[in-house]
């Protein structure tokens, strides 16, 4: 049996460390790269330049041609898709937490290839996406395919994983602190220094390629200039509630186009990779009447949010990026889906914004709604709060907008718990049968002593105990603790050593000598790990002073403290509650 305990030496978290390191910068490379990729790409189909220096599709003349360009990049990675790699289908942050929950964080080397390429040819060509989902998925690919080549445990494969993914993010907007949050809440599931250290580093890492090729300045720089009204705050709250809605309606409608295109492929018969050409072909003719959906928009998301634009002009761009966003990603595409929420929440956020100065004249301006409903927004679709208020203090540099931008936020994040269980990410993942946890909580077996689990008052032999009383014993206990004078154990007698028992035969002599041994104030997860280890259900659980039997150790006693952590969720009355159950309230067994 392999080993359960982990090795406790610190030159592990240092190594993960330095892999951590290479892992970012490899991965914060590689987001420039991709990004560089999809310049070259864009500019040579909207305007017919070969540079690396990328400009937005939606400052080109919108020629006939130009509506097709989506098409022929959705047919290109279809092709991809179809003959060479199925994981490059989709966003990429579902396809990278399917990997860590199904496959112990083991990804195929050809997605690290072609993840990026595709990812370049659909945004290049139009398709309403951003880079960060491709590299955050290619981040991850290179982190576990260089752990592959390592003794590692499956938790330091997770985390290298992570590492890549989080350079990745970073790489792109320059947001060290939340590619830490987006690795932790999406993809390892845990906040420990383990997992913690690496991913700092890593991140960072990425962060410092990106500066040193685009600069230390925020990506989208605003300045909100808030003033706190107490007037204000209601329209705050009505802002969070539209933005969970929002975030419904995207998820819904992803998954609606999803379920759409699927029925047709199947229902005709049509050739896999025509599918993403056809939902390139509708965003073509959206993006003819809204070119600012056509690829990552980046600088579209920074003018909507610094600039000034009418209402009716905000609701269509947003809009209309939802349609183009549900389309492309539900035909099969491969694109990130951040790029997408960011302008959604900002043009809809600043559209609420110009009606909230309808309602209150001082009202903020409408930079600051479509700021502050971006966070709020990316963190309800994710259900990563933290993530995103980071985020966004970190992509504008406006930490005076940290209130509303908090507010916002948590007023989404509750709401949203009304009308959904799952998430963009997590509904695809679902649907699968895969569980995806939702909460970062304390091992109860780490939280107990084996004195408060242990069974007391146990049934012992003594060593010269004849058969019959044996057999009495086994009647109604699987192993039994066979002692000697001043209850020093000296073998574990199970009901199975009977059965080679003469009737002469003593309980001394069949009892087995080597058996596990915890002791009253050990913790519980370690004995539980010794039980695994020895292939043992029972164990003699003995006082550290005097080495005197105190208890037994079952399968039973360690599910009591999973009933332990049952009970902290179920409602009972305190000593000054002025309501309680009919029934005497919350009550139930104690562990």
């Known amino acids: 049996m392999a080993r359960l305990h982990p090795p406790r030496r610190p030159d592990r978290l240092f190594l993960i460390s330095l892999l951590g390191i290479v892992v970012g910068l490899i991965g914060g490379l590689v987001a420039e790269f991709l990004l560089e990729a999809i310049a070259y790409i864009n500019n040579a189909a909207f305007f017919g330049k070969i540079s690396g220096n990328y400009m937005t599709p939606n400052a080109s003349h919108v020629h006939g041609w130009v509506v097709l360009l989506p098409a022929i990049g959705g047919l ?22 399917s ?9 195929k080397p050809r997605v690290g290839f072609f993840k990026p390429l595709s990812a370049a040819i659909t945004v290049g060509s139009g398709g309403p996406f951003g880079a960060e989902g491709p590299i955050i998925q290619t981040g991850g690919a290179l982190g576990s395919i260089l752990s592959q080549f390592l003794y590692l445990a499956p938790s330091e494969r997770r985390t290298l994983l992570a590492c890549g993914a989080a350079a990745g993010l970073a790489g792109v907007f320059k947001t060290p602190f939340a590619g830490v949050m987006m690795a932790i809440e999406l993809l390892v599931f845990e906040f420990r220094a383990r997992s913690f250290i690496p991913i700092a580093l890593a991140s960072a890492c990425g962060t410092l390629v990106a500066m040193a090729f685009r600069g230390t300045g925020a990506v989208f720089p605003v300045t909100a200039g808030f003033t706190l009204r107490a007037a204000e705050l209601p329209l705050f709250v009505g802002l969070g509630l539209g933005c969970a809605g ?30 993403p050409a056809l939902g390139g072909l509708i965003v073509g003719g959206i993006g003819w009447f809204y070119p600012q959906v056509f690829g990552m928009g980046y600088s579209v998301i920074a003018d909507l949010l610094a600039n000034p634009h009418s209402a009716v002009q905000l609701v269509g761009v947003g809009a209309a990026k939802l349609a183009a966003f549900a389309v492309a990603l539900g035909s099969g595409s491969s694109g ?21 100065q309808a309602l209150l ?10 700021m502050v409903a971006t966070a709020a927004l990316f963190g309800t679709l994710y259900r990563a709060t933290p993530t995103a208020i980071l985020f966004m203090l970190e992509v504008t540099g406006d930490i005076h907008a940290l209130f509303p931008l908090f507010l916002v936020s948590i007023v989404a994040d509750l709401a949203i718990h009304y009308l959904t269980d799952t998430t963009i990410n997590t509904e695809r993942l679902v649907k699968r049968g895969i569980y995806v946890p939702d909460a970062y909580s304390a091992d109860p077996m780490r939280l107990f002593r084996v004195s408060q689990i242990m069974t007391t008052g146990v ?28 209850q020093q154990v000296v073998g574990l007698l199970h009901r199975g050593d009977l059965l080679q028992a003469g009737r002469e035969a003593t309980a001394g002599e069949l ?13 519980l997860h370690d004995v539980a790990l010794r039980l695994l280890e020895m292939g043992e259900h029972h164990c003699p659980v003995l006082e550290r002073e005097t080495g005197a039997l105190a208890g037994v150790l079952t399968p039973y006693d360690l599910l009591k403290a999973k009933q332990w952590e049952n009970l902290q969720e179920v409602p009972q009355p305190g000593p000054l509650s002025f309501f309680r159950r009919r029934n005497g309230g919350g009550g139930g067994a104690q562990a």
Do not use: Q
């Open 76 to 97: 290109a990675v279809g092709l991809l898709i179809h003959y060479f790699s199925p994981e490059i289908k989709g966003d990429g942050i579902p396809e990278a937490m």
């Open 99 to 107: 990997v860590v929950l199904t496959r112990g964080s083991m990804v």
């Open 246 to 275: 929002l975030a419904w309606i995207m998820t819904r409608a992803l998954y609606g186009c999803e379920d759409l295109f699927e029925h047709i492929e199947h229902r005709f018969h049509i050739w896999f990779p025509l599918i």
């Open 336 to 356: 990130g889906t951040f790029a997408p929420a960011l302008m959604i929440g900002g043009s809809l956020g600043a559209a609420f914004g110009h009606l909230a």
């Open 361 to 370: 004249p001082a009202a903020s301006s409408p930079g600051l709604y479509g």
């Open 459 to 486: 049934t012992t032999l003594a060593a010269g105990a004849g058969l019959a009383e044996m057999l009495a014993a086994a009647a109604s206990h699987d192993a039994v603790p066979v002692v000697e004078a001043g």
């Open 511 to 523: 009892a087995r000598r080597r058996f596990p041994v915890a002791y009253a104030d050990e913790n």
